[in-house]
């Protein structure tokens, strides 16, 4: 659901876009990760778009990998998927002699951060070694070739906290507080060392929290609506008081496309709509939004938000200016918080099955894990 005024500001991206210097243009894409939340979308975005571009997608089925994401791609001759491991360096290789890439983008990742407290090491292993396996190729690979990009998707998270005030920028320094946080700093410093070093061209993006179709319901979005049309208890950490800027998936796509045509070698970008919230606010207008869909009284829905032990080093506040990106490429969001949110539950609500078997049992499983001892 894009209001009118949205519709006018993406006419007004693509003219600018377009009136940018291309500065890389990709015919042979290596997209990893691209069975998860944001990949999947990107792949969505750009295959139909791109018909002389060929996407291979490298991906290994994890967890929140997920091939339903991608049904709408079946058939299309300019797509290609690869189930297996970024870090394994024998398949790499192949990939890129077979395919001879241009162009990396790179999402694979282990990336939900209660996760990476429970088992820090896949994510070190992920991240890091997958991260750098990726970049030992590409640099090989490489060594001649005119024209070739690797992008890097990264997190605001490696920027650390904030506190009530102030933004993330392009010269923050890292201070990154979780595990998983931490993993992601690693193979940003990898990316920028491959550029210093060997001169690997590259481009870098950092964040902030996405939300959309397709998101694993792990996160908190999809959590929230998969929980409340069921009428079960909706776990808060801590005093609901935390603060995340939230950007909508197909927005994040757009500045992803942008970056990779028109962006500046080595250049580092921030992506973000700049839309904060509390946890508890967007929460109460998630259940809103469901009281009003499903015609439940309004505010019934409220009742089911569980405030739960905290998760621990919680970051309190990620908040990123955006104006790089927004002065130099001409990139501009579509969606802001409240229309973002509407389609969103709409698109949940709309895919019942999609939903359905995503909560499976493995699913169900971890949530009693997760929540056992704070008992939402
Ligand atoms: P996701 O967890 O939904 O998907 C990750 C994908 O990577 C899955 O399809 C999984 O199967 C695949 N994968 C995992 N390990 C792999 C391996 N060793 N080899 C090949 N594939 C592997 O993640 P997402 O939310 O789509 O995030 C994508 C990227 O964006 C990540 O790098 C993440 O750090 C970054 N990011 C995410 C957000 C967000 O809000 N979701 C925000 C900022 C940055
Ligand atoms: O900022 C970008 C990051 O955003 C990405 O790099 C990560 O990959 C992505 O997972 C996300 O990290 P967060 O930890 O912010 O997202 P999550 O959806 O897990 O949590 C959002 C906020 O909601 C956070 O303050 C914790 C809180 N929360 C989360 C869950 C799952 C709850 O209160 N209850 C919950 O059940």
């Known amino acids: 659901m894009l209001t009118s005024a949205s519709r006018i500001a993406f006419r007004q991206t693509s003219r600018i876009m377009n009136s940018s210097a291309l500065q890389h243009e990709p015919k042979r894409i290596l997209v990893t990760g ?8 990107f792949l969505l975005h750009m295959v139909p778009k791109y018909p002389g571009v060929q996407f291979v997608n490298l991906d290994l089925l994890t967890y929140a990998g997920n091939l ?20 394994d360096g024998d398949l790499v290789r192949s990939l890129f002699e077979e395919h001879d890439f241009t162009t990396v983008v ?21 991240n890091m070694v997958g991260t750098a396996t990726l970049l030992e190729t590409a640099r ?34 890292y201070d990154p507080k979780s595990p998983y946080a931490a993993s992601k700093a690693g193979s940003d410093h990898l990316v920028r060392a491959y550029g210093h070093t060997y001169g690997l ?11 959309g179709p397709f998101q694993h319901p792990e996160k908190l979005i999809p959590l929230v609506i998969l929980r409340c049309l069921k009428e079960e208890s909706i776990p808060m950490y801590g005093d609901g008081m935390n603060v995340r800027d939230w950007l909508h998936v197909h927005d994040h796509c757009s500045a992803l496309e942008c970056i990779l045509k028109y962006g500046r070698d080595s250049q580092t970008y921030l992506v973000s709509a700049e839309q904060e919230s509390t946890n508890l606010n967007l929460v109460q207008t998630l259940t809103d939004l469901i009281d009003d869909i499903t015609g439940r009284p309004q505010g019934r829905s409220r009742e089911l938000i569980t405030f739960v032990e905290d998760r621990p080093g919680h970051d309190f506040r990620y908040a990123i200016d955006a104006q790089h990106l927004r002065n130099e490429l001409g990139w501009k969001p579509q969606y802001d918080l ?17 939903l359905e078997a995503i909560a499976d049992e493995s699913y169900q499983q971890y949530f009693e894990k997760q929540y056992l001892s704070s008992g939402p």
């Not at 339903?68 to 870090?87: K, T």
């Not at 407290?117 to 070190?124: E, G, Q, R, T």
């Not at 060594?143 to 920028?169: A, W």
């Open 34 to 41: 691209g069975a998860g939340f944001i990949g999947s979308n």
């Open 338 to 354: 409240p229309a973002g949110l509407l389609h969103t539950v709409r698109w949940y609500i709309e895919h019942p099955e999609w």
């Open 106 to 126: 790179h999402f694979a990742a282990e990336s939900h951060v209660d996760r990476s407290i429970s088992d820090p090491l896949a994510f070190v292993r992920t």
């Open 68 to 87: 339903l994401n991608l049904q709408r791609l079946e058939g299309s001759g300019n797509y290609h998927f690869v189930e297996g491991d970024i870090a």
């Open 140 to 173: 090989h690979a490489w060594k001649n070739s005119q024209d070739v990009r690797f992008h890097h998707i990264s997190t605001d998270e490696v920027f650390g906290s904030l506190g009530s005030e102030g933004v993330f920028t392009e010269e923050t320094p």
């Open 201 to 211: 061209p590259y481009t870098l993006s950092n964040t902030s929290n996405n939300y």
